[in-house]
């Protein structure tokens, strides 16, 4: 909204900042996370009014976890109603990335929050049918999907090596909505832990800010030698409002939580990480910022796929934070420990920005 006033009537002076992304960025963080905080509390006292038992917590996970039982979920709520009245506010709304991203977040919300109610309304950690929840994450992907390719090329770009890109043709539309999802699902499986998720999609937003800002300004993205995707810039100021709406609701998630993310906000976020990703054709770089995202969803995948083969485990347990329970780690341990692992990825992912 200030930006299309800045332009309408072509502000100057102090008012012309925004017109600028960073300082848009920056009073996107600050609005968003103001937000959060301010209905935060009432939300989580509505959200534990409602649903009376709160989140279902699985028996047959680790025993410390018992102790969180009235905990009330669907604190993505929290998040995606910052973000969204940030973004409404800061970001130029003519910009079609802005709401593929945005469809992605909702989209994702909306699902999750279905998933999260029928959990909470039947007792049951189980919610809705994998292959339903899937079907219809394929279905929001893939429209936004349609929609940034329409605005960049087919090709998949590598990191690290300059001026090599692979061409996928159409088969890149099916690719596009794949790295949604699997964004999606990946962070869901790995919001196990109280302030587990938020940090890592913290810091994977900071770093796509910066990725983003970068890939839509044709000065930098030549020097780089990274892709040149104009409107690009306008998605770190989707990113800054994912950091700030996240700061917020991690003051009510720190250890011991308040409230719980649900599949509401562990669904939207991942799926709008995935989303800009693709929108600023860094798809590569994404599994190597978010690796820790990655190694969550592998360990189950792989736990599961042994599992019915051998019929033993690899790991005590999956998602891999509950095997680091298991082994003795604290809680705290295990979250601070996997923030730490975000931190260097995100310096790794980073570091493809030059090394080219």
């Given at each position: ?163 090599q890109a692979i061409p996928l043709g159409p088969f890149y539309y099916v690719f596009a909505a794949i790295v949604i999802v699997g964004a999606g699902n990946a962070v869901n499986l790995t919001d196990g832990l109280d302030g587990l998720a938020i ?139 996997f923030w730490i692992i975000a931190i260097v990825l995100a310096i790794i992912g980073l570091s493809t920005l030059k090394l080219r």
């Amino acid at each position: 909204m200030f930006y299309f006033l800045a332009e309408m009537f072509e502000f100057e002076g102090v008012f012309n900042l925004f017109r600028y992304q960073t300082f848009r960025a920056g009073a996107a963080i600050l609005t968003a996370l103001f937000i959060g905080l301010l209905i935060g509390p009432r939300l989580i006292d509505m959200l534990r009014v409602r649903q009376g038992k709160g989140q279902p917590i699985r028996e047959d996970g680790p025993q410390t976890h018992l102790a969180k039982v009235g905990t009330p979920t669907m604190g993505g709520l929290m998040i995606l109603i910052a973000m969204v009245l940030s973004l409404l506010l800061w970001m130029d709304l003519s910009n079609p990335f802005v709401w593929a991203c945005l469809a992605v977040t909702i989209g994702f919300g909306a699902i999750g929050f279905m998933d999260d109610y029928d959990k909470v309304t039947k007792n049951s950690h189980k919610g809705v049918s994998g292959k339903v929840r899937l079907l219809m994450e394929f279905v929001v992907a893939g429209i936004a999907a349609y929609i940034i390719v329409s605005q960049i090329n087919t090709w998949l770009y590598v990191p690290f090596v300059s001026d090599q890109a692979i061409p996928l043709g159409p088969f890149y539309y099916v690719f596009a909505a794949i790295v949604i999802v699997g964004a999606g699902n990946a962070v869901n499986l790995t919001d196990g832990l109280d302030g587990l998720a938020i940090m890592p999609v913290i810091i994977a937003a900071g770093t796509f800010a910066l990725i983003a800002y970068l890939a839509g300004r044709a000065d930098f993205s030549e020097y780089l030698g990274i892709p040149y995707v104009e409107g690009a810039g306008e998605l770190a100021i989707f990113c800054a409002c994912i950091m700030g709406a996240g700061l917020a609701f991690l003051w009510f998630n720190a250890p011991p939580a308040n409230v719980f993310m649900g599949d509401t906000g562990s669904l939207a976020l991942g799926g709008a990480l995935g989303a800009i990703a693709v929108a600023s054709h860094h798809e590569i770089v994404l599994a190597i910022v978010g690796g820790l995202f990655v190694f969550e969803a592998l360990s189950v995948i792989i736990q599961v796929f042994w599992f019915k083969r051998t019929g033993k485990r690899i790991f005590r347990m999956a998602p891999v934070h509950h095997h680091f329970e298991q082994l003795g780690w604290s809680e705290t341990k295990v979250v601070i420990r996997f923030w730490i692992i975000a931190i260097v990825l995100a310096i790794i992912g980073l570091s493809t920005l030059k090394l080219r």
